[in-house]
C-alpha cells in the first residue's frame, strides 16, 4: 500500500501506466461525471463513484489479483481499512470478471487510512482492503474515483529497469 500526496505521485518510478492515470486524475474536478473511463482499454480504467460512507459491517474487504487499486477523493473523506492477505479467511472465493476476492472481517485492519480530497491510496493483489468506511460516527457523503491498473503494466515497468 501506498498513501501519498497527488502532488508527489511523480516520486514513484512505475512507468507509463502510472503517468497515463495520474494525467487523467490530475484532470479531474469535483464536478467529475459520475461513470467508467477507459484510458487504455482493459489495461487501465478509472471509475467515478459516489456513495454515503458507512460502517464497517456494511462495507466489504476485498483483494484484487489482475489490477492495482489507486483511490482518490474527489468530494468528502472516508477511512480505508488495510488488512494483509495472510490473516484474512475467504467469504466469498475470487471471481475473475470482477477481479474479487472476499474476505471476513474478525477485526480491525492493521492500519486504517483517511482518504481525503488531494490524497492518494493505493493497494497492491497483496493488500486486503475495506474502503467506503466512515471517518467518525456520522456518515458522509463521498465521490471517489478509483483507477484501476493491470498488474502486469507494473510489473513489465519493474522488468525493464532491470
Do not use: C
Not at 492500519?111 to 497483496?126: E, M, S
Amino acid at each position: 500500500m501506498i498513501v501519498d500526496r497527488i502532488e508527489n505521485w511523480n516520486r514513484y518510478d512505475f512507468g507509463k501506466a502510472w503517468q497515463r492515470a495520474f494525467d487523467f486524475l490530475t484532470s479531474l474536478g469535483p464536478d467529475a461525471t459520475e461513470k467508467k473511463y477507459e484510458l487504455q482499454g482493459q489495461d487501465i480504467f478509472a471509475i467515478i463513484v459516489g456513495y454515503e460512507t458507512r460502517k464497517p459491517e456494511k462495507a466489504v474487504l476485498e483483494a484484487h489479483k489482475k489490477y492495482v487499486d489507486l483511490h482518490i477523493s474527489l468530494v468528502g473523506s472516508e477511512s480505508i481499512e488495510w488488512f494483509p492477505l495472510n490473516d484474512l479467511q475467504v467469504k466469498t472465493p475470487y471471481d475473475a470478471p470482477n477481479d474479487a476476492e472476499i474476505y471476513y472481517r474478525h477485526q480491525s485492519g492493521s492500519a486504517r487510512v483517511d482518504l481525503h480530497p488531494g490524497t492518494f491510496v493505493v493497494l497492491f493483489p497483496q493488500d486486503g482492503h475495506m474502503a467506503q468506511l466512515t471517518l467518525g460516527d456520522t456518515p458522509e457523503q463521498m465521490k471517489k474515483v478509483v483507477v484501476k491498473i493491470n498488474v502486469e503494466l507494473l510489473n513489465q515497468s519493474f522488468a525493464d529497469k532491470k
